[in-house]
């Protein structure tokens, strides 16, 4: 029996909307001179670079895309070494595979980040001309640490942002520590344009690389931009509302994305290791004014979802849940628990209270329907993300739960002692 509640606590479906995103999607959809070009990609990317206190910020249609500009920028030669974690996503080691280079996976520690001893222990047998630092769920990695093992085997530093807009190491912000860094505005990030992502870096010469494939990429289908802009008005007014009632929404959903109306967060394509037509891209310039709109909003979304995070932390204390460790400069994106039940915990939440859980990572390479062997990924070469993945579940935080609703989602936990 779900929760007498119609509209369900969720996680992943476009978390950060607000009834203003809406509004601007809804104002953006009946202006299609807009979607293509214009000045919220230029805009989008001086307030990027005024943030980070980086030379330069090019804009992408995802965090994908932009990380494979960086690959390509990089000049390496076909089938060199990238070296990334496991317990991660597809987006990530697809980019290293569309550039024709070779993932090789290390293991993580308990804090779901790059197991640093297991990193200095292959490092030199893998002999791998790359290293991508993911800062998961927007816990910063010891950069002062990463920085001086890549300097010591001569290793460039591209650091995956994509969950740690706004956190920092040292005071210093994340992304600006190795050569490149990349950040994704996806559906479920720390803010979201549907769709979009950025590249950044102080080296002028990588930067003009990356300047240059921004334009040979060129724009998205307009049929694409439409489907981004109609993504969270669809949510909005039609999915969510419905997402209880005989599941409804997730048919319409489902439905939608069939019929090409929405497009899906990851293609059949990429859980294969193939490059969907519509990557890489430039950002278009409709979907750089919801993710504008969003950056401004940025502070507000940190400080509600720091404030949930402690919430989380001081509930969930001698219970049967391993807690994170807080972090003061962290972005909060997630709150990741361990219990060795999480699969079933998370089942439970959604068919019987109405709470979408996260479920990132079910496996080593998400979605958890992702043929790891296309991504060169083998079973047990990185056993603790495996365990990692069977183990860990992540709570909420984003700007539409409340406090009421994680009072539910504490209370529902506790059930587990």
């Known amino acids: 029996m779900k929760y007498k509640n119609f509209q369900p606590i969720s996680i992943s479906l476009s978390p950060n909307v607000q009834k203003d995103d809406v509004f601007l999607a809804l104002k953006l959809i009946f202006q299609p001179w807009n979607w293509k070009r214009g000045s919220a990609v230029k805009q989008l990317e001086s307030e990027f670079k005024k943030h980070l206190g980086v030379k330069y910020a090019f804009s992408f249609n995802s965090g994908r895309s932009a990380f494979y500009a960086i690959l390509k920028s990089l000049e390496l030669e076909d089938g060199n070494n990238v070296m990334i974690q496991a317990f991660t996503c597809n987006a990530v080691p697809n980019p290293i595979l569309w550039a024709k280079l070779n993932p090789v996976f290390i293991d993580c520690g308990n804090d779901f980040n790059i197991d640093i001893e297991s990193l200095k222990s292959k490092i030199i047998s893998l002999n791998s001309k790359v290293l991508v630092i993911q800062h998961t769920f927007g816990l910063p990695v010891n950069m002062d640490e990463i920085m001086n093992i890549s300097k010591e085997h001569n290793i460039t530093v591209i650091e995956d942002c994509a ?8 005071n210093q912000k994340l992304g600006t520590f190795g050569k ?10 720390v803010i979201s344009s549907i769709y979009g992502g950025l590249a950044v870096t102080n080296d002028d010469r990588l930067a003009k690389k990356i300047e240059q494939l921004q334009k040979e990429f060129g724009q998205p289908r307009l ?23 005989l599941d409804l929404g997730k048919i319409f959903l489902v439905f939608s994305q069939w019929a090409h109306l929405l497009s899906k967060a990851v293609s059949w394509k990429e859980k294969r290791g193939l490059k969907p037509d519509y990557f890489p891209k430039a950002l278009p310039n409709a979907l750089a004014f919801l993710a504008l709109h969003q950056f401004r909003k940025l502070d507000k979304f940190y400080d509600h979802r720091k404030k949930l995070a402690k919430f989380y932390y001081k509930e969930l204390q001698n219970t049967s849940f391993e807690l994170p460790n807080m972090q003061e400069n962290q972005s909060f994106l997630r709150f990741a628990v361990k219990h060795k039940n999480a699969h079933e915990i998370i089942y439970e939440s959604w068919h019987r209270e109405n709470i979408l859980l996260g479920d990132w990572y079910t496996t080593p390479i998400a979605p958890g329907d992702t043929k790891l062997e296309d991504m060169k990924y083998k079973m047990g070469e990185c056993q603790n993300a495996e365990k990692l993945s069977k183990e860990t579940l992540n709570l909420p935080t984003h700007i539409n739960i409340t406090m009421e609703d994680g009072k539910r989602i504490v209370d529902f936990l506790k059930k587990f002692l």
């Open 180 to 189: 490149a860094g990349f950040f994704s505005f996806s559906r479920d990030k």
């Open 163 to 170: 969950h740690a807009l706004g956190a920092d190491h040292n």
């Open 223 to 245: 049929l694409w931009i439409k489907q981004q802009l109609l993504h969270p008005i669809l949510l909005h007014y039609v999915i969510l509302p419905l997402y209880s009632f």
